[in-house]
């Protein structure tokens, strides 16, 4: 099974990303632009002019950014291979459905890694039937995928995913200290905690803000953090090996050196050892 087969294939991609999506001027954001204008970098190749240099350019949101693999799907499945360069009329279109794939291929991304889990077994059967039915969704014609209800699709998967986890997660006995667990309970809101060291194994970490997070040493194996934010969290000499639905985009928004471990369907960010 491949390993991460829904990752980004920008070769085959007409620059979506750089295009249909808005953002704001930040510390991510060196400029504000307004969703369907193509970002000033992108060149008559849909390719980023400054990749390279995005970070140091103020882009550090761009090399957080992962579509899973909607950005090519929609180029050459969707729209087979006409960009909205090519065809402007379908260009409002394309950028709408973009964000709709992307959403699909975010879940197809977290049933292929619980259907991965040897711990799965028992609902392999349920999890590969999600599976096939959100790829189907993903390959309908646009007007369809513009009408779909993907909150209602992500609450079923979430029940799939959050089973998962459970089967995972049930033999190991986390030892969060209090006065974590109180704000993991009462707000999901460990922003700027002091971690560093702590025994976060088999943690339900799901959608709980981590944002510069002290996780240095930290022992998440097993822990879940579907949806957890990482931004600038450090997890310098972390051990992630074994986190459950963490993704590439997750990483990419951390700190983190040659002594963290993560999943091997991950790679390491090359600003973690610039």
């Known amino acids: 099974m491949n390993s991460r087969p829904y990752a980004a294939d920008c070769e085959r991609c007409f620059g979506l990303c750089c295009v249909a999506l808005p953002y704001a001027r930040s510390a991510d954001f060196a400029q504000d632009k307004d969703g369907g204008v193509p970002c000033r970098n992108l060149d008559e190749n849909y ?8 970070r140091s350019s103020g882009f550090k949101g761009c090399t957080v950014y992962d579509c899973f693999g909607a950005g090519q799907r929609v180029s050459q499945g969707t729209y087979r291979g006409v960009s909205w360069r090519d065809e402007p009329a379908i260009a409002k279109e394309m950028f709408d459905v973009f964000p709709i ?22 609902l392999r059967e349920e999890l590969r039937r999600t599976m096939e039915e959100t790829e189907a969704l993903a390959s309908l014609d646009p007007q369809s995928l513009l009408g779909l209800d993907v909150p209602s699709l992500r609450a079923v998967v ?20 209090a006065r974590v667990r109180s704000r993991i309970e009462r707000s999901k809101d460990l922003i700027g905690a002091d971690l560093k060291g702590a025994d976060l194994r088999g ?10 997070c002290d996780l240095r040493g930290a022992d998440l194996r097993g822990a879940d953090l ?49």
Not at 235 to 250: E, S
């Open 47 to 54: 390719r980023c002019g400054i990749h390279p240099r995005l």
């Open 101 to 122: 794939v992307r959403q699909l291929h975010e879940m197809l991304a977290y049933l292929h890694e619980a259907l991965s889990l040897e711990e799965a077994r028992p």
């Open 203 to 212: 943690a339900n970490l799901r959608g709980v803000l981590l944002i510069a």
């Open 158 to 177: 979430n029940e799939r995913l959050l089973r998962v986890s459970e089967l995972v997660r049930g033999p190991i006995r986390p030892k969060l200290a």
């Open 226 to 274: 579907i949806g957890a934010d990482l931004r600038d969290a450090d997890l310098r000499g972390a051990n992630l090996a074994g986190a459950l639905f963490l993704t590439q985009a997750q990483v990419n928004s951390a700190r983190g050196d040659v002594r963290t471990r993560l999943p091997d369907r991950l790679g390491r960010p090359e600003h973690w050892t610039a």
